[in-house]
Nanobody, 127 residues
């Protein structure tokens, strides 16, 4: 059984930084492709970032580009989300998503293309 476990959420002030972690365990695959999404009240689930194990390229949602950084450890099926210069608009539940098979890049931003999800971790940015 595949488990996706996030950690590291919390409360921050505008301009602060937070770091989220995600690890995938269980299942039969040795490698999982992983991404970050977030879901704010009243909004649709939004793509945040993705680290392509093949080549190491990273991709970000427009609202976080330049402030957030995705990194990871492929051997440990772990990814991290470093969030800098946090804004109140970053307040949301952050989810880690995973899938076994690689997909074309045009699909990474669509939540329905990810098979496994964590329980989410709350990030609140407020002064």
């Amino acid at each position: 059984q595949v488990q996706v476990i996030e950690s590291g959420g919390g409360t921050a002030q505008p301009g602060d930084s937070l770091r989220l972690s995600c690890r995938v365990s269980g299942g039969t695959s040795s490698t999982y492709y992983m991404a970050w999404f977030r879901h704010a009240p009243g909004e649709e689930r939004e793509f945040v970032g993705y680290l392509n194990w093949n080549g190491g390229h990273t991709y970000y949602g427009d609202s976080v580009k330049g402030r957030f950084t995705v990194s990871g450890d492929k051997a440990k099926n772990s990814v991290f989300l470093q969030m800098n210069s946090l804004e109140p608009e970053d307040t949301a539940v952050y989810y880690c998503a995973a899938r076994i098979n690689r997909m074309i890049l045009s699909g990474i931003r669509r939540p329905e293309n990810w098979n496994f999800w964590g329980q989410g971790t709350q990030v609140t940015v407020s002064s």
